[in-house]
């Protein structure tokens, strides 16, 4: 079974949720999907053991063979590449913009010259290791590149289905939350009783059932706001999958790296009994589809 756990916004405590579930369950694949900014190994603490590089195909121009047909820069869904013709006071350029390209590869397919070919250009690396009975994989994208969601798709093709997987999400709504949600089985929304909680907290609704994954909500620091989300939420017939409170023990222990419930494991058994009823949530999903 593979859990994603998302927010619309930054800072709604989505790690912290994804981290005390893995280490109340053990025996999971842990994958941090926030590429830009991966912390989930500051507080799970694995020995990494590993690393790969992730590449994405940029087109590569054979001058000999270029015709400057143009073909190129019309088939560029992004822009990527501008042709430039010769002229009788210039010779001709192929301009490409890698910071543009998304390695569709479809220039490389459609020229008729044959005249571009595909080299790898490193964008990012996945790194893995263990801590105890969890397997940890997280991604990070190299300072100044974009393609985000080509590094969470190549990170989440270590997922072993035979096991259970968390996957920690990028906050936001956008390209990469997408590409970390897709093949999941349930997702838990994270979010917090603010007006812009609030706000993104729908939204990121709307992507997921537009993705038609099961999912719930679990609202972060539940005291410190007001009732709409839960009001939201029951007409909706969302479920609230679990309500923490603010708590400085819990803050206190987040500032120095350590999941709460190691100084509490007493409240392993939340976790657990919301393991429980997100499965049979997903299971009931998965008849009625």
């Known amino acids: 079974m593979t859990i994603s756990v998302a927010s619309g916004k930054g800072g709604t405590g989505k790690t912290t949720i994804a981290v005390n579930l893995a280490l109340s369950l053990g025996e999971v694949q842990f994958f941090d999907c926030d590429v830009e900014e991966p912390n989930a190994h500051i507080f799970i ?10 590449t ?25 590449i501008a042709v430039l ?14 910071h543009l390209c998304h390695g569709c590869g479809a220039c490389y397919t459609l020229c008729p010259e044959k005249a571009i070919a595909e080299k790898d250009k490193e964008i990012g690396l996945i790194e893995w290791g263990e801590k105890d009975s969890i397997t940890f994989y997280h991604g990070k994208l190299n300072t100044g590149e974009i393609l985000t969601p080509a590094v969470i798709t190549a990170l989440k093709k270590f997922i072993k289905n035979t096991s259970t997987v ?16 897709k093949g999941s ?27 038609k994954i099961p999912y719930g909500v679990i609202i972060n620091r539940a005291d410190i706001g007001n009732s709409d989300i839960e009001n939201f939420c029951k007409k909706r017939n969302i479920p609230v999958l679990m309500k923490i409170p603010y708590n400085k ?7 120095k790296g350590i999941p709460y419930v190691i100084e509490f494991p007493e409240l392993k058994e939340q976790y657990l009994n919301l393991f429980a009823t997100l499965t049979e949530i997903a299971k009931k999903h998965k008849t009625s589809g």
Do not use: W
């Open 166 to 181: 968390i996957i920690d999400s990028p906050p936001g709504s956008s390209c990469p939350l997408i590409a970390s949600l």
């Open 45 to 54: 603490k694995p020995a990494l053991k590993g690393k790969v590089p992730v």
């Open 85 to 98: 013709p010769p002229t009788s006071k210039s010779h001709g350029q192929v301009l490409v913009f890698e």
């Open 56 to 80: 994405v195909p940029m087109p590569e121009i054979d001058f000999s063979k270029c015709t400057y047909c143009g073909i190129c820069q019309k088939v560029c869904e992004f822009n990527a």
């Open 185 to 211: 089985d349930f997702c838990i929304i994270v979010t917090e009783p603010t007006p812009l909680g609030f706000h993104d907290m729908k939204i990121a609704i709307e992507v997921v059932e537009e993705l």
């Open 249 to 255: 023990d819990i803050a206190r222990l987040y500032s």
